[in-house]
């Protein structure tokens, strides 16, 4: 049944009130990347340590090209990016010296940070190198640090980076479980050290995501985008121990900061 011109300008009446609104909440959205000032803080699993080509400048913070937050950058040409992140860095080593790029115009912020201060790097250390016994101990001892001090330390950290960017999106990423049960590893860590390493590596991210919530930041979890390619896995995007590059051990390859970081980084952005 044909319209009746009455009908038929009513109706294009109405489509043209909606594409006016349309375009006027449009012209409101959102500004585009390319007007984003983005700063990159935290660890080496922001630097990138573990994926190589490291930008000599960096010196021992080893920041890197194939580190998420410069992949972010490269993919998105934000209007300004820096990264201060550095390898070793501790929620102290943040505050006291990676804010300077933050201010009133910042419009986003990635981190990671928190394993440094719960002693993971000692953890796998002790576990690599001793009794199955003291490895459980030392677990323990981290979570109890998890439990006790980290929040606090997480509060200062977050509670800095809000004053000094207070309109930025803040994006808090987690760490990755380590290692597959029951997978392709012959030699090694018990499934058992395995199973309390990936225990504890879960505690300390529901510790932070907690941290991250309650002031208001996004917390993106990075464990569900590495199953499938943790140490032991076949296909890992985790370095085991490397004993001619040990600070690399336990950190995500190229592969890892492209194909694990970086989109769950993109998505929460």
């Known amino acids: 049944m044909k319209l009746s011109r009455i009908t038929a300008f009513s109706a294009s009446l109405l489509l043209g009130a909606v594409l006016a609104l349309t375009g006027a909440a449009s012209a409101h959205a959102a500004p585009t990347v390319a007007a984003v000032d983005y700063v990159a803080l935290g660890d080496s699993y922001s630097s990138g340590v573990g994926s190589g080509g490291y930008d000599s400048a960096s010196g021992d ?12 950058a490269t993919a998105n040409k934000p209007a300004t990016f820096a990264s201060t992140a550095c390898s070793g860095a501790r929620t102290s080593d943040v505050t006291a010296g990676q804010l300077t ?8 912020v990635s981190i990671t940070v928190g394993g440094n201060d719960a002693g993971f790097s000692d953890v ?6 001793q009794s199955q016994a003291t490895c459980l101990a030392r677990i323990a001892t981290a979570r109890s640090y998890v439990d006790s001090t980290l929040p606090g330390r997480l509060d200062s950290v977050y509670t800095a980076i809000k004053a000094k960017a207070p309109a930025a999106r803040v994006v808090v990423l987690g760490y990755p479980r380590f290692y597959k ?3 392709s590893c012959l030699a090694g860590l018990s499934d058992t050290v395995r199973t309390a390493i ?3 590596s879960d505690y300390l991210n529901a510790a932070t995501a907690k941290r991250a919530a309650d002031h208001g930041f996004t917390f993106a979890e990075v464990a569900g985008a590495f199953t499938g390619h943790e140490i032991c896995s076949g296909s890992a995007w985790l370095h085991s121990l490397n004993v001619l590059s040990v600070s690399e051990s336990y950190h995500p390859t190229a592969a890892g900061q492209s194909g694990g970081y970086l989109p769950v980084f993109a998505s929460a952005a």
């Open 198 to 200: 990936n225990g504890a």
């Open 124 to 129: 796998m250390t002790t576990c690599v190198l």
């Open 61 to 72: 913070c080893k920041r890197t090209p194939r580190a998420y937050p410069a992949l972010w």
């Open 101 to 108: 790029p933050l201010n009133s115009g910042t419009d986003l």
């Open 181 to 183: 049960i029951g997978g």
